[in-house]
């Protein structure tokens, strides 16, 4: 229930200049540099707004916003506006006036909305929930509209990021993958990435030098090279027999009585996308341009035209050594924070694989 504001001493050390102690536990925060205004959601449905002094060793109290009827999931605050947005338990994005501290609108769905993402020019709003939808709202003074949903997910969606330059979105799920979306160009999925082996707790992207960085609640960090041209994963297609060698797969009960034979188990080959069976996809393989940095399952055929090159790897992992819940990157200094749920917070130096440097901001690569 605690807040707590961190300096770094002439010794190195951090201490907390600032320890603050919440009605309820704290769930979210959002927190705006320039004006060190500090929004904090707590588990009671409250967003209790903070400045912090120009020394950081003082914290006021401005006001609270009764934003939700249960714990706040996401926090994110609109300065031209006036706007704090966030989303919450109780299944709704709402958004309040800042001067006023009154409601200005709500939109409900059909599951716990877990995460949020705002385009603040456009002002359109991402919220990611718990069913695996995200949804893609304009928030306008008192009224929203949906634009559209997007489906790519098999588990609920827990964390998302807006890059609103080349007006791409990364969504990461509890289903251990990443997904890449071109909202500008409409395209809806573009990219399927699976490097981690839990569920993806906070991703960011580095648009400068096209990189996106992933941290998963086992611990793993992965550095994606997102600046070449990768492969799409293609959609699975859907068969009663297998595609390779036309054995029909065991709910196929017409063909299986008219050959008189037993149906067989469906796969799909996941280079090509085909309903195979088990004995025409034996092999297994990486496939990183397709976002595949560990083995999946292919078909035979397409395991014989898979090069030795094809399977460099184009991410780098590394250990968080504790279970990642939320992530932060200050990508002019390549550093990052994480948190985790052993109760440490970790500082790291990411400028050896992030193409920056502490001194002079970001090289070209």
Known sequence: RTIRVWLKRDSGQYWPSIYHTMSSPCSAMAYHHDSRR???GQDNGAIMEFHISEDFNKMNFVKTYPAHQNRVSAITFCLTSEWVISTGHDKCVSWMC???GNMLGRHYFTSWASCLQYDYETQHAFVGDYSGQITLLKLEQNTCSVITTLKGHEGSITSLWWDPVQRLLFSGASDHSIIMWDIGGRKGRTLLLQGHHDKVQAICYIQLTRQLVSCSADGGIAVWNMDISR?????WLESDSCQKCEQPFFWNIKQMWDTKTLGL????????GQAVCGKCSTKRSSYPIMGFEFQVRVCDSCFESIKDEDRTSLATFHEGKHNISHMSMDISRGLMVTCGSDRIVKI???????GCSLATGFSSR
């Open 98 to 100: 800042t001067r006023s």
């Open 265 to 272: 188990r469906q796969h799909h080959c996941r280079k090509c």
């Open 348 to 354: 790291w130096d990411m400028t050896p694989v992030v």
């Open 38 to 40: 500090i929004f904090v």
């Open 231 to 235: 492969e799409e994963a293609p959609q």
